[in-house]
């Protein structure tokens, strides 16, 4: 009986020290993983981009009938030549309305304090906003929300990079993770791939065309409410629409606050034509693009970005919508059809 004991004693002694040793492996890989958060979203940018780049390569290969190499060049070069000439048409208004629109900031927070101390719901409001406390919460946010892994240039930069080189050449880097994964499993990793790109293609179409359709009838209706800065507010609102939920809002802000300066009703038109948009974009416009994406619940895609903005701030936020997709592309790919 002794000797049994004796027997099973390193037995339960290797068993403590593989649980250990798979602990530590674990708390290792979070703290990598929590350490390396911010870059993995900036590749993941990256990926998004090059998919962009990639989606555009295969309109050119079915239109134009040339080759794999040949259409990312065609592809690369139109998003240049696209943004280059966008730039050159729009530009110049652009950027005077963006200047102007910075200069006149402290006169439009000014009005608008003058419109809220007019009644004592807005003077709660003044109270609440400038106390203390909400100053120090909001500077809290900022400071988190604003900060970039490499400055905001350094991060472009790296988007670019990796997108450019993930476009034109993506098959070394998806071998290379199929590689990493064992031989029974290889199989079905090379389709989970395929139809992530395939979903993260599909979100980007439906995405980008939102986006257009959302600065053009933001552009019109400013412009028709004779807003004075209406073509980079529209331009904000659309750019700013990638983001769900939080986007529309942020857009709101500078537009009320250039049409306070004109009056309170023109600031209540311009509030009843960002619902108006966002109404029409909701139960339009993104039912219709859904209908070749993956359709993600609105639940999971607020709590995705509570989540991913609190956790990594601006990255975090504006990437939360195309991580709930890849996730929700795993879960079914890997547990519910597993279970069907």
Do not use: C
Not at 7 to 14: L, S, Y
Not at 257 to 272: C, E, K, N, Q, R
């Amino acid at each position: 009986m002794n000797s049994n004991n004796f027997d099973r004693e390193p037995e339960f002694q290797k068993k403590i020290w593989i649980i250990i040793a798979l602990a530590a492996f674990t708390f290792i890989v979070l703290w990598i993983l929590k350490a390396t958060f911010s870059v993995l979203l900036l590749v993941f940018a990256g990926i998004l981009l090059a998919n962009l780049l990639q989606g555009l390569a295969g309109l050119a290969r079915k239109h134009l009938k040339t080759s794999n190499e040949w259409s990312i060049a065609i592809s690369i070069l139109f998003t240049l030549m696209a943004t280059a000439g966008l730039l050159w048409l729009i530009g110049a208004k652009i950027q005077d309305q963006a200047s102007e629109l910075i200069d006149t900031i402290p006169a439009t927070i000014d009005a608008a304090q003058h419109q809220l101390e007019q009644s004592r719901f807005g003077q709660f409001i003044i109270n609440k906003i400038t106390s203390d406390s909400t100053i120090s919460k909001l500077e809290a946010f900022g400071g988190q929300f604003f900060t970039s892994t490499f400055g905001i240039l350094g991060d472009i930069y790296v988007v670019l990079f990796i997108g450019l080189f993930l476009a034109i050449s993506p098959n070394i880097y998806i071998d290379g993770i199929i590689k990493l994964i064992p031989e029974k499993g290889q199989s079905k990793a090379e389709k989970v791939i395929f139809n992530l790109g395939s979903q993260l293609k599909n979100w980007l179409k439906g995405k980008l065309f939102s986006m257009l359709v959302v600065g053009i009838l933001t552009a019109i209706g400013l412009a028709a409410l004779g807003i004075k800065l209406w073509l980079v507010l529209a331009l904000i609102a659309g750019l700013i629409s990638f983001i769900p939920n939080f986007g529309p809002i942020i857009a709101l802000i500078p537009a009320v606050l250039i049409a306070l300066l004109d009056s309170p009703h023109t600031a209540v038109y311009v509030i009843i034509l960002y619902i108006v948009v966002q109404f029409l974009e909701s139960n339009f416009i993104t039912p219709l693009v859904q209908q070749k994406m993956i359709s993600l619940p609105p639940a999971m895609i607020l709590t995705v970005q509570l989540l991913m903005g609190t956790l990594t701030g601006g990255w975090g936020l504006v990437l939360a919508t195309p991580i709930a997709v890849v996730v929700l592309v795993l879960v079914q790919d890997l547990y519910l059809d597993k279970k069907s």
